[in-house]
């Protein structure tokens, strides 16, 4: 670009953002129900905007009135963000929900934002079908991530950010949750309370605080918070009031300081949600199917009963949505299979004496090994000292900590952790190979 043109394309910019600005100041604040939109909300229409008339100009397709934009300038966008910026089939149809309220709701042009597969003939439309039922964990275990020495990096990096990283892996915190969350007023004993306008939807919800480790923190938090105090920065490194924008940029720029992306390691600070709903659903002693679960483990009807008790701990109130988080399980040929179990134990035991680094458990959690021993017994199956201390810290590991006392959904743990185990020994396997 020569020096000529660079001026230009600095008015051109100008030029659409005022524009933009224009069209969100008169139509941003409401939805297209009638209902007022959120802060969070406004902020992604008008990132999607910006976006989206940065490109045309990068494609050179200046345009500057929103009211002139046609479908080929979607178009052209769209296969720009997915050829050339490799955005992925669900960013797209998020970008195209935004662009579809703002041009056929805001500027009255009904079809004018096709869904995404009209805009791609030569790409099979099976490549856009979003699914919304996780295949795969999403959780920093999965990924390889040592959650515990994490969380440690976090304390050391940022102190701040480290409690509120341990809260989302605890009690289920969105981002925003963990930012907006007063350690003192929300701990109602039994419970730790999201209030209304600090969840999401503004919907508040009581986490049950189930285990000591969920205790420990929290006390331990409390010990380092004012009583009226939330856990985001509460100044700038100048010494200003920080707004919650601010807050919400230095989490997400800490989080990629420590690889926390999906780029990098490919988690967020969402996985530790999906860590929470995954080991919530141990505590109500099933195995979800991204931990390994069948839907032979239980009836239909209890299954169902004890992931709505998930589901209400993460702010939902629908069990299906549960399965955006630990997948769901295929009901065909679904007859209770009364040895997953042992069968479980079986595989695992294998791939722990394949790993061969089997040691006897330190004097203080001998009594929780004898435990889970006498559990697993009344499972149908009998573990050694070493191999119960081996997969009970496999467990442990995803709360964040070496140690968790065994309460409930003993088996259902000791399950995952022997899936666990197997995954682990083939991931070795396949590393020597």
């Known amino acids: 670009m020569s020096k000529d043109q660079q001026p230009d394309k600095q008015e051109d910019e100008v030029a659409w953002k005022t524009k933009v600005n224009e069209l969100m100041t008169k139509h941003g604040g409401q939805r297209v129900n009638g209902k007022v939109a959120s802060h969070k909300t406004q902020k992604a229409t008008k990132e999607v905007l910006y976006n989206f008339f940065g490109t045309l100009h990068e494609i050179d397709l200046m345009i500057h009135e ?39 709701h ?11 597969s009209a805009f ?12 919304t ?53 929300a701990d109602r004993g039994d419970v730790l309370r999201v209030y209304p306008g600090e969840g999401k939807g503004n919907r508040p919800r009581d986490i049950p605080i189930e285990t000591q480790v969920q205790r420990a923190l929290l006390k331990e938090i409390q010990g380092r918070t ?13 010494g200003k009031a920080a707004t919650f924008e ?68 993460l702010g939902h109130s629908r069990e299906s949505v549960t ?16 040895t997953h179990f042992q069968d479980a134990i079986a595989q695992g035991r294998k791939a722990l004496a394949a790993a061969g680094n089997l040691v006897i458990p330190p004097t203080e959690v001998l009594e929780d090994c004898a435990k889970l021993m006498v559990e697993a017994a009344m499972g149908g ?30 088996r259902a743990a000791l399950e995952a952790a022997a899936n666990a185990a197997c995954r682990l020994a083939e991931k070795a396997e396949a590393t020597v190979v």
């Not at 030569?122 to 699914?131: C, G, H, L, R, S």
């Open 66 to 104: 929103p009211k002139n934009v046609g479908q080929r300038h979607i178009k052209a966008a769209v296969r720009h963000w997915y050829f050339v910026r490799k955005l992925s089939p669900k960013t797209l149809q998020l970008y195209l929900s935004r662009l579809r309220v703002v041009f056929e």
């Open 381 to 410: 199956i009998s573990l050694l000292l070493e191999e119960v201390y081996a997969l009970w810290m496999l467990h442990s590991l995803r709360w964040g900590t070496e140690w968790i006392a065994p309460t409930t959904g003993i």
């Open 226 to 238: 004012k009583k009226t105090e939330a856990l985001g920065w509460p100044v700038t490194p100048r």
């Open 246 to 313: 601010y807050q919400e940029k230095r989490y997400s720029s800490l989080m990629a300081r420590l690889g926390l992306t999906l780029i990098d390691s490919g988690v967020t600070g969402h996985g530790l949600r999906a860590e929470y709903a995954e080991n919530s659903a141990l505590l109500q002693d099933f195995v979800p199917p991204t931990l390994g679960g069948t839907a032979k483990q239980m009836d239909k009807e209890s299954l169902t009963v004890k992931k709505l008790v998930v589901s209400e701990a």
């Open 323 to 338: 399965s955006a988080y630990y997948g769901s399980e295929s009901r065909r040929n679904a007859d209770i299979n009364p």
């Open 106 to 116: 805001w500027l009255g042009k009904p079809g004018m934002v096709p869904h995404v």
């Open 120 to 131: 791609f003939p030569e790409v099979d439309p099976k490549v856009f079908v979003v699914k």
């Open 133 to 185: 039922t996780a295949e795969k964990s999403k959780s920093w275990a999965a990924a390889g991530i040592d959650v515990l020495a994490k969380l440690r990096e976090a304390d050391a990096m940022n102190p701040r950010l480290g409690m509120m990283l341990r809260m989302q892996l605890a009690f289920g915190l969105r981002r925003k949750e963990a930012l907006l969350c007063r350690p003192w007023v």
